[in-house]
């Protein structure tokens, strides 16, 4: 099957709509200009347009056979209520720093995925425990993209956005079957509750994640995210990315086991960076086929044209 | 073609000539001047000399420039007295002015002492005077493009602009698409409907001529980089003061790295930290501290990098100047990298009205993204005295240009 995601916007829409196991999608004809209805069988979604207008929050909800999951507001506070059908209904407060909510879903496990901005440019990730009402886990991120069959959140590690030098993308994965604690490989100690250094690192491999730190960076060292967020292959098996470094890019493909086990290849393709520089090239489509894959490396400098390439699987070298 | 007799008889010629009368005619247009050359004396007494010779324009050989003379008849190709001298400016004339020279020669069969009218060489000087239009200057901001037109009175047609992207072209009229005859216009562009692109050349065209239009080219230097219609989502320095009561142990760190415990509230903390900076009550303003006193291994016990807080002096972004409220704004990529420092950008509503000219002063990471449906993403620095992001949802999309770009 031939996964095709067009846009950024629309990759936590995509990954929803493979979560449906390929139920026909319709947006519903009465939807407001500022939210957008996702509707297959028996399961509804409500997610927001993606803009940033905190003071004028959509109305977000999920709702399947299950469980409906509906955003409250009131006086200024927001929590998540859950009704589970013979259950009682529950509701969780979602924390002040939170100043939007984009979509609220079901994932695996019986949790939900809360997603949200604490800004313009910085996530929010909550994982709700649907069982018992409960917040699983919290943490700042990047264009986090979920995995089709929900397991997985793919994103960039947080950073501060303004007034801070030497910012670097570092990738990661989030596995939404796992605690919190399970989910911070690379920490010790009490450290569910760090909602900075969150995930398993997925690349580059040879960095030190360990101890490597995502701001002081210099501009030459720096990793850089230069596609429209994460590709997800539609069996969830694999994402796809571009990473800017030196002065070249690699389109980075991350294998994912069911394990949560990641491995990592990479092909350079800095072949199709545009004139004004490799800072500019941003691939913003993604064809999965058979044996490769085709994107699309767009200038994010007006006026240069637009690139494509194919690149076979048998191409792309495991990352070291 | 239309032509012009000059008013003078033949064999009168010479008065009309003289070199310090000029004749004026634009391209498209052709002028006969009567000539008789009549021999004095020689074997035959007084006649009419057929003259043979090719007429100089401007030092050339005809044709040159677009223009042609040619005497007729034509000696050179029957033996008939010669009676006129006919100039012709086609549609491709070059404007200017010309000395034309009849230097020809008499029937070498009789040689002639003299003659009466006119003696050789024979000269005039002729202006082809045509059209011209040019671009006085561009202005972007302003949406102003200033355009004068030079011609004969009577000279009229519609004045076109095309703006000259790479893959782009956007056009733009005086007085609507009417005519229009010599003078100064000012053209706006309709700019909301630009695409985006990189302009880097703005065509005149002044159709006064349907086949020999006056055009002219004039360089956009700076380009002007059109980034279409663009999200523009909006940051803030969170104010102490406005958060909501509750505080908690924090560190405030000077330059040295002198950590000094303290308080401060609660969610101002946290909004330092997402945010990058924030106005304290105590101490000015306080920024994430990352990795400018070292690793954490470093800090005192307690101490961590989402309680510690570096003082400054300023809000600063990444080009190392103080931000401006409503005026400087976040670009990706780094503006201090690509020497886009300080480059100012107009936000143009729909209604293809100015709502503000910013200055890209800091990096947003984030705007590689999140274009919402829009062509790009841009961050705006606002002066919003709130404790968080929740007064400062996005500013909207406008379509936007980089007026000054690369010229720092």
């Known amino acids: ?320 | 073609m239309f032509g012009i007799t000059p008013a003078h008889a033949a064999g009168e010629s010479i008065d009309a000539v003289t070199p310090d009368v000029t004749y004026t005619i634009n391209p498209g247009q052709y002028i006969i001047f009567s000539f008789k050359w009549v021999c004095n004396g020689g074997l035959s007494g007084p006649y009419n000399e057929p003259v043979t010779g090719t007429p100089y324009m401007g030092g050339q050989l005809s044709p040159y420039n677009g223009l042609t003379a040619t005497l007729s008849p034509n000696p050179g190709t029957s033996n008939v007295d010669t009676e006129s001298l006919t100039i012709t400016a086609a549609n491709n004339a070059v404007p200017g002015t010309y000395p034309i020279v009849v230097d020809g020669v008499g029937n070498p069969a009789e040689p002639c002492p003299t003659y009466t009218y006119p003696q050789f060489p024979q000269t005039l000087t002729l202006v082809v005077q045509g059209a011209t239009v040019t671009i006085n200057s561009a202005d972007l901001v302003g949406n102003n493009i200033t355009v004068t037109t030079q011609g004969g009175s009577g000279t009229s047609g519609t004045l076109v602009l095309t703006a000259h992207g790479a893959s782009n072209t956007v056009t733009a009229s005086a007085n609507n698409g009417a005519a229009v005859g010599p003078g100064t216009y000012h053209i706006s562009l309709d700019r909301p409907n630009i695409p985006m692109d990189t302009y880097t050349t703005i065509t005149a065209q002044w159709n006064w001529n349907a086949t020999n239009p006056a055009t002219t080219t004039y360089t956009l230097s700076p380009s002007w980089v059109v980034y279409g219609l663009v999200r523009h989502s909006q940051y803030n320095t969170p104010v102490e003061s406005a958060c909501t009561p509750g505080t908690e142990t924090a560190y405030v760190v000077d330059s040295n790295c002198t950590f000094t415990q303290t308080t401060l509230n609660t969610n101002f903390a946290k909004q330092v930290y997402v945010n990058g900076t924030g106005q304290s009550s105590s101490y000015g303003i306080l920024k994430y501290i990352g990795t400018a006193c070292g690793p954490l291994s470093k800090f005192p016990a307690g101490a961590t990098k989402k309680n510690s807080f570096l003082k400054v002096s300023a809000v600063t972004g990444s080009c190392g100047t103080a931000l401006q409220p409503g005026i400087s704004e976040a670009t990706y990529p780094n503006p201090k990298v690509k020497r886009e420092c300080g480059d100012n950008r107009v936000l143009v509503t729909s209604t293809n009205a100015n709502e503000a000219i910013k200055s890209a002063d800091d990096y947003c990471p984030d705007c590689r993204k999140d274009f919402n449906g829009t062509d790009g993403h841009i961050d705006n620095y606002v002066s919003s005295q709130a404790c968080s992001a929740n007064a400062v949802g996005d500013l909207g999309n406008f379509w936007t240009a980089n007026t000054n770009h690369g010229s720092h």
């Open chain 1, 1 to 320: 099957m031939t996964t095709f995601y067009t846009s950024p916007e629309k990759v936590m829409k995509s990954a929803y709509q493979a979560f449906v196991a390929g139920a026909i999608i319709a947006a519903t004809a009465i939807a407001p200009a500022w939210a957008q209805d996702v509707s297959a069988s028996s399961v509804q979604v409500r997610v927001s347009d993606g803009s940033f207008h905190p003071d004028h929050q959509q109305a977000i909800s999920y709702e399947d056979q299950d469980v409906v999951l509906k955003l409250l507001q009131e006086s200024g506070k927001s929590s998540v209520q859950i009704d589970w059908t013979g259950r009682p209904r529950r509701e969780v407060t979602v924390p002040d720093e939170i100043a939007q909510v984009d979509s609220i879903q079901r994932v695996v496990n019986e949790r939900a995925l809360l997603l949200g901005h604490v800004n313009a440019s910085v996530s929010a990730v909550m994982v709700l425990d649907l069982k018992s009402g409960s917040v699983s886990d919290y943490f700042m991120a990047s264009d986090p993209a979920m995995s089709p069959d929900s397991h997985f959140l793919a994103f960039v590690r947080f950073y501060p956005p303004h007034s801070v030098d030497g910012v670097e993308d570092q990738y990661r994965l989030y596995d939404l079957s796992k605690t919190a604690s399970e989910n911070r490989p690379l920490l010790t100690g009490k450290a569910s509750d760090d909602t900075d250094n969150v995930g398993q690192p997925v690349y580059p491999a040879d960095t030190g994640e360990a101890s490597r730190e995502n701001t002081g960076v210099a501009e030459d060292q720096a990793h850089r995210l230069t596609s429209q967020g994460f590709f997800w292959a539609s069996n969830s098996r694999r994402f796809i990315f571009a990473d800017e470094h030196s002065g070249r890019v690699a389109l980075v493909m991350v294998g994912v086991e069911g394990s949560g086990r990641v491995t990592a290849k990479a092909a350079d393709i800095s072949r199709l960076c545009p004139a004004s520089g490799c800072e500019y090239l941003s691939v913003d489509k993604v064809i999965y086929t058979a044996a490769g894959i085709t994107i699309r490396a767009k200038s994010l400098h007006p006026g240069e044209p637009d690139k494509s390439a194919h690149i076979e699987f048998s191409k792309l070298a495991a990352v070291k």
